[in-house]
Every structure is written in structure tokens, then in C-alpha cells.
């Protein structure tokens, strides 16, 4: 059998048990994503009502945010270059037996 890029046999079970974890992710995101846009639009609203206090406040939250930042880098670099790895054996994995075939 031939390997083809639109190969649907494998992808479509993967599909079906991921759907269930990307629908709960979704579900778990929501109310984030809609605190994070309200206070996004407080955020412009304080911003343009009182520029310098703004500048002030947002220099403070940077820098208080920016050892979080560093660790969550620090957390995510590791799991980055191992799915990159993989990712790219699996790549080669499929070219060397779609040109064996």
C-alpha cells in the first residue's frame, strides 16, 4: 500500500478519541477567554481615561509578570523540543517508506 498525504484510514480514529480532550479544552478556556477580553476592554478604557497612570501600571505589571514568563519558558522549552523531534522522526519516517514503496 502506498503512503499518500491525504491519508484519512489513520487519521480519522486519532480524531475520535482527541475530539472528546479538544472539546474540553474549549470548554475550559471559555470563561478565561472572556475575563481576559473584559478586562482587556477595561484595560483600554482606564488606558485612554488616564494615560500616565496606564503607563505606570502596566510598566509594574511587566514587571512583576516577567519571572512567570521566564518560567513557564523554562517549564515549556523541554516538551517544545521533544514533540519537535518527534515530529520531525516521524516525518522522515514517512518520506523513507512513501520512496520505498
Given at each position: 500500500m502506498k503512503a499518500t498525504a491525504n491519508n484519512t484510514t489513520t487519521r480519522n480514529p486519532v480524531w475520535l478519541f482527541a475530539a472528546p480532550f479538544v472539546g474540553?479544552?474549549?470548554v475550559l478556556a471559555a470563561p478565561v477567554v472572556g475575563l481576559v477580553?473584559?478586562?482587556w476592554v477595561a484595560a483600554k478604557a482606564f488606558a485612554a481615561r488616564w494615560p500616565k497612570a496606564a503607563r505606570v501600571v502596566k510598566d509594574v505589571a511587566l514587571f512583576f509578570a516577567a519571572p512567570f514568563v521566564g518560567l513557564a519558558y523554562a517549564l515549556a522549552f523541554p516538551f517544545v523540543g521533544v514533540t519537535v523531534l518527534a515530529w520531525r522522526a516521524v516525518r522522515a519516517a514517512h518520506r523513507r517508506l512513501?520512496?520505498?514503496n
Open positions: 474540553l479544552a474549549y477580553a473584559l478586562a512513501a520512496t520505498a
